[in-house]
């Protein structure tokens, strides 16, 4: 399979590289000063983006996007990815991307007016808490978070954490059970909007991750509901249909991230390079002349081909069959590409011995922040079970999933 670039990604792409290159990559270096600091100077270039014409890439046209298939903004998503900000400043980035792919599929009118509109033109951020720190995140079926219907308004009360970019956001998409006695257990939790001026809602902390708290965009979040009201028009879709919903974004939602992380290989690979020929050992000899800089550099580029090749074809497949036919792919480079991921980001630092490890490049931030890639929208070895389980059916073997 050839990488096929379509007419209007091959329009696109140079321009978001060359705003990349001139806009974004020299703003990484004003990243550790805080995102109070940061925000103002991201706010500037999210106007720039805007009036380039090249904002939220995802949505259709109609709704101020650029109208591209899934395996289109594949491409656009890996670009960006190149940049711990790229996705954020073309307002395109998690969750607020899977947040308006459902609130423009299964909002109402109204629901479409006061959160997707505001979603979308960048000038509020939300999140997304589905994981609870008292049951395991892997089983997504098992929740105590409540929205108890009191006449017209849902009730809710729970406990959430790792809601992502929590910090700031003015509104919450929660999955909390309604529908407890419902037969089948995927009927049973709804997915509700509770704006966080709420009163009943909490944001306890942002949790450290690696040693770094995290703000605003770049955090992650525990949030308590306590008696948390909210209108019962703020269901998202049909009473019991969270999982549902919550299924229709993981699809495209994989393939967004693991185009990100190709991005990322990308340019950690680009680093490893330009500093595997630049690093002098003795004079005239720089580390790309030891073989085992060259076995990195080789294995890196395999790797990194193989992902875009699964990641593409995953891509092409859901826009053309839908994602049910194509969930062994998902689950295929969901833990593939995520591992690919730590492999390049490793090699990268160890070629750049203790500058790898200093904020002065991104690859610490990334060391730091992508770990989780192996853990967030399922771990490994859920997705690996995915895999081995539809293969073992073709065999007469059933295995059960929780
Ligand atoms: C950085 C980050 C961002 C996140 N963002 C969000 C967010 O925005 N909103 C949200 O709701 N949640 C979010 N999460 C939560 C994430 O979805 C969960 O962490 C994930 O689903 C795993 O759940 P858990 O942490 O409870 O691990 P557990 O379910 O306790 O699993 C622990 C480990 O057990 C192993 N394991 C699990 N299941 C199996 C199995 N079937 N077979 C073999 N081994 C298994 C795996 O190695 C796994 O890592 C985020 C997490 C992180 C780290």
Redesign the pocket.
Same mark, same amino acid.
């Given at each position: 399979m050839r990488v096929i670039k379509t007419e209007r990604v091959q329009a696109i792409l140079p321009r978001i590289r060359a705003f990349m290159e001139e806009v974004v990559y020299p703003l990484e270096g004003e990243m550790g000063r805080g995102f109070q600091h940061l925000e103002p100077l991201l706010e500037e270039n999210r106007q720039s983006v805007k009036s380039l014409g090249l904002w939220t890439p995802h949505l259709p046209i109609e709704l101020g996007g650029l109208g591209l298939s899934l395996a289109e903004f594949a491409q656009v998503s890996e670009e960006l990815g190149r940049s711990p900000l790229g996705h954020y400043l073309f307002n395109c980035q %998690?969750?607020d991307i899977g947040n308006m792919e459902i609130l423009h599929l299964h909002g109402t009118n109204q629901q479409r007016e006061h959160f997707f509109r505001p979603l979308a033109e960048g000038d509020v951020r939300s999140? =997304?808490?589905?994981?609870? $720190?008292e /049951?395991?995140?892997?089983? $997504?079926l098992w929740m105590s978070t409540t929205a108890a219907k009191d006449g017209e308004e849902y009730v809710l009360n729970g406990h #959430?954490? =790792? %809601? !992502? %970019?929590?910090d700031g956001a003015s509104f919450a998409v929660v999955?909390a059970v309604t529908n407890a006695d419902a037969e089948s257990p995927y009927r049973r939790a709804s997915m509700i909007i509770v704006p966080t001026d709420t009163p009943g809602y909490t944001q306890v902390r942002r949790i450290p991750?690696m040693g770094h708290s995290g703000q605003g965009y770049f955090s /992650?979040s525990e949030l308590l509901f306590e008696n948390c009201r909210v209108p019962a028009t703020n269901l998202l879709g049909k009473e019991g249909y969270g999982f549902a919903l919550a299924q229709e974004r993981l699809g495209p939602g994989r393939i967004h991230h693991c185009m990100r992380w190709i991005g990322i290989c990308e340019r950690a690979f680009e680093l490893m390079c330009r500093r595997a020929a630049g690093r002098e050992l003795s004079p005239g000899k720089p580390l790309a002349t030891r073989q085992v800089v060259q076995m990195w550099i080789a294995e890196s580029r395999a790797e990194i081909h193989a992902s875009r090749l699964m990641v593409l074809d995953a891509a092409a497949k859901i826009d053309i069959e839908g994602q049910q036919a194509a969930r062994v792919e998902i689950s295929l480079i969901k833990f593939f590409v995520a591992g690919v991921l730590q492999n390049v980001i490793d090699r990268a630092i160890q070629v750049h011995g203790g500058l790898g490890v200093t904020d002065d490049t991104p690859l610490a931030h990334w060391y730091r922040?992508e770990r %989780?890639a192996?853990?967030?929208?399922? $771990?490994?070895?859920?997705h #690996? !079970?995915v895999v081995a389980r539809r293969i073992l059916r073709e065999y007469g073997v059933n295995v059960p999933?929780?």
């Open positions: %998690a969750p999140c =997304f808490a589905m994981t609870e $720190p /049951h395991a995140g892997s089983n $997504p #959430k954490w =790792f %809601a !992502s %970019a929590a999955m991750i /992650h922040h %989780a192996r853990i967030y929208d399922g $771990p490994d070895e859920v #690996k !079970s999933i929780y």
